[in-house]
């Protein structure tokens, strides 16, 4: 024992100290003020790395799986081309703020998008401009005389499957940059005459939407012109209330056979009307006329406050709906269903592809004096397309004739009052925000079909933040969070250690 007890001592004695140890004991431990000190110039140092860190603006490590916080290679290869300065104004925003540092990286992709943190009160113009109050936020993303707005609301949707947020900023900002900097603007033209729906009286806000995504809307009175403009990018239909004319069938049909594109919105039909011309051109994509009656649910998870006929429909994963896919989507009221003739498609060279479905629970319902939330005798039970698009193939592509493929898209909807300003229901929860649910449906049609698919934001697909750093990053991150605390703990014990000794 007694030699164990010497060969220890001998060992200590001959272990030599840590000299930058020994000396912060002896120069600067010993002394109290001197400990102050030496605390100040560490947070000091501490302080002037982040000052010189943000004006650097470095792009910052993101280490979570899905790229959350830098933007993709992606966005920085559509945005690099720009050629035109866009200013991009974030309206009572922080400048530390977390979506400016993201945009801010768009900068780092084109000198030419300048990203700037204003307040109301110093830009007055801007304010007065866009409409933006005093306290609010705003997104003002300027390009000569375009410009679109965006609030905190653009940039965030849900996922209802597993209750999370999603971030989708970066895709708002990029197809934003890309529509203000485009050369051409949409014109989407509303048919006029022939339905009780108006752009100008019940469509107020989604013209002013379909404004803000950089497009030119205009009403179109088929019957002064006789054609549809040439320079039409998407035709919008609205619910037929009366048979379209000789004249407007006429140029409509023309209009497809020429490649143009339409959107169809039909809301349900609670009373036969007969109309030949308005099915004539239905039929060319291989749709069937509208039956009388609408769909209703049994499903109390595809419905809204417990009412069957405000309907929650099954989005598909499609290019006109995949930034809607597995989210709160949309809400129809008295929707109707899609009759299309499937054996007749290949003989009009149509392909037809679901973009919303009626859950298997659902029914279709054509006695209206039945009150009853249950099937009924009579009621046609059954899972209804409720928006398909259909493209006709006009002329095939011959390399030896020298002809290039035509194609007209058609993307209909079995409902129009998701559009509209009228509220969903006037005891219905959603009653004011019905537009702010369903706009984007639209608005992504109507991009689809102008061949803006730039506009029809792809969002990332969680916002759940996942760890999977590299092994260099991993070693960064378990160094800040193991060895700078151990050290901070060795500190401490020293202090009190030489403290104890002095005493």
């Known amino acids: 024992m007694k030699e164990k007890k010497e060969k220890k001592e001998k ?251 339409i959107l169809w919105l039909n809301a349900a039909i609670f009373n036969k009307v007969d109309m030949p011309n308005v099915n004539k051109i239905l039929a060319m994509y291989g749709v069937n006329p509208f039956e009388v009656g609408y769909i209703r649910e049994t499903d109390t998870s595809k419905m809204v406050s417990e009412q069957p006929d405000l309907i929650i429909p099954e989005i598909q994963g499609t290019t006109v709906t995949k930034d809607l896919y597995n989210t709160t989507g949309v809400i129809f009221i008295d929707a109707t269903k899609i009759n299309i003739d499937t054996d007749k498609l290949e003989e009009l060279k149509v392909e037809k592809e679901d973009l919303l479905l009626a859950s298997e629970n659902a029914y279709f319902r054509t006695n209206f004096e039945n009150e009853s939330n249950n099937v009924s005798e009579g009621d046609e039970k059954g899972s209804f397309t409720i928006g398909a698009k259909l493209t006709k193939t006009i002329q095939e592509a011959s390399e030896e004739e020298g002809k290039k493929e035509i194609t007209s898209d058609l993307i209909i909807f079995g409902e129009n009052n998701f559009v509209t300003d009228y509220p969903l229901s006037q005891t219905s929860q959603y009653a004011v925000v019905q537009l702010a649910y369903n706009k984007d449906l639209a608005l992504n049609a109507i991009a689809y079909l102008s061949d803006r698919e730039e506009d029809i934001t792809a969002r990332k697909s969680t916002g759940t933040v996942t760890y999977t750093a590299t092994e260099q990053q991993d070693t960064i991150i378990k160094y800040v969070i193991f060895t700078i605390p151990s050290l901070i703990i060795l500190a401490g014990i020293i202090i009190w250690q030489v403290r104890r000794r002095k005493k």
């Open 11 to 261: 060992i200590k004695k001959d272990k030599k100290p840590n000299k930058f140890i020994e000396t912060i004991k002896k120069k600067w431990l010993i002394n109290g003020t001197k400990t102050f000190l030496l605390v100040a110039i560490i947070v000091a140092i501490f302080i002037a790395i982040n000052i010189v860190m943000q004006k650097l603006e470095l792009t910052p490590l993101d280490f979570s799986q899905e790229q959350l916080y830098t933007i993709t290679d992606e966005s920085k290869e559509k945005v690099k081309n720009i050629d035109k300065d866009i200013n991009m104004y974030f309206v009572g925003y922080a400048e530390e703020n977390t979506t400016i540092d993201l945009a801010k990286q768009y900068n780092k992709a084109n000198e030419k998008i300048k990203v700037e943190a204003v307040d109301v009160n110093d830009r007055p113009d801007l304010a007065d401009k866009y409409g933006i109050e005093s306290g609010s936020q705003g997104i003002i993303i300027e390009c000569g005389e375009k410009s679109k707005v965006l609030t905190e609301n653009d940039l965030i949707t849900y996922d209802t499957t597993t209750y999370e947020t999603i971030n989708i900023a970066e895709e708002k900002f990029t197809s934003s940059l890309l529509s203000v900097s485009s050369d051409t603007v949409p014109k989407v033209y509303f048919l006029s005459g022939y339905s009780d729906f108006s752009l100008d009286q019940n469509m107020y806000y989604l013209n002013m939407y379909l404004a803000n995504e950089v497009n030119e809307t205009n009403t179109l009175d088929v019957l002064s012109v006789g054609r549809i403009p040439e320079d039409c990018n998407t035709l919008v239909i609205t619910t037929p209330s009366k048979d379209f004319d000789d004249v407007a069938t006429k140029a409509i049909t023309d209009y497809i056979q020429a490649g143009g594109n």
